[in-house]
């Protein structure tokens, strides 16, 4: 996964503008990638899942890409909502693992009105 | 509402004392992992339990311990705090071991703070 560091990477957009949220991985051997969102104060809360066989996955206003030949994913939201502000963490889960997710430092997405 | 309960919400301890964390996993999960979140960070694994046995454990030492009961509920206990245990303990609840795939529901967690 990331890097792990004091400063969360920020991101703010527009209200009604899509969002990009990226993240680099690096065990060749993930084969689940994740995205959570996480709310201040709460636990994270699920948003999209993608396998390794896969290079994209489209759900309610969220698509997650998948490169593994540069080994990066991308979260996408359309229209922005307030509600969508959040740190967001990519998830990855190595083949064979106890489903042990190892998770990215985070972007902290802020939308403004 | 994940249906993942953990208490306490928030606790104060001091460095060399232990504590202990639960967690009441979501209805029919049979498996039960922990994570380590530090202020500003992403979650850390620390152990995964499936059936009352460890199934799994991240870098974490050995006097980061748990448990797993019958009905499925867990408990993480730390002993000889250290300042660097200061963290949101987060416990997550799924169905089935961990060689698949599958969505983790996550607890609101445990705020420790060691003095």
């Known amino acids: 996964g990331e890097s792990v560091g004091l400063h969360l990477p920020t991101l703010s957009v527009q209200e009604g503008d899509n969002s990009i949220i990226n993240c680099a991985y690096s065990n060749s051997a993930s084969d689940y990638f994740i995205w959570y969102k996480q709310e201040s104060g709460k636990g994270p809360q699920f948003i999209i899942d993608i396998r390794s066989n896969m290079d994209k996955r489209q759900g309610q206003r969220v698509t997650v890409l998948l490169n593994k030949t540069v080994k990066h994913l991308s979260l996408q939201i359309a229209a922005t909502q307030p509600g969508d502000s959040a740190v967001y963490f990519c998830?990855?889960?190595?083949?064979?693992?106890?489903?042990?997710?190892?998770f990215g430092s985070g972007t902290q997405l802020t939308v403004l009105p | 509402e994940t249906g993942v309960t953990q208490s306490p919400t928030h606790l104060i301890k001091t460095r060399g004392q232990q504590v202990t964390l639960r967690c009441s996993s979501q209805?029919?999960?049979?498996?039960v992992s922990w994570y380590q979140q530090a202020l500003g960070q992403g979650p850390q694994f620390i152990f995964q339990y499936y059936r009352e046995e460890e199934n799994g454990r991240g870098n974490f030492p050995p006097r980061f311990s748990g448990l797993q009961f019958p009905n499925y509920s867990s408990e993480l206990n730390v002993n000889a705090l250290e300042l660097d245990d200061s963290a949101l303990y987060l416990c997550?609840?799924?169905?089935?071991?961990?060689?698949?795939?599958?969505?983790?529901?996550f607890g609101e967690g445990s705020r420790l703070t060691v003095l």
């Open positions: 209805s029919g999960h049979n498996t």
């Open positions: 998830a990855e889960k190595v083949s064979g693992s106890a489903r042990q997710l190892t």
């Open positions: 997550a609840s799924s169905l089935g071991t961990g060689a698949g795939t599958g969505e983790l529901f």
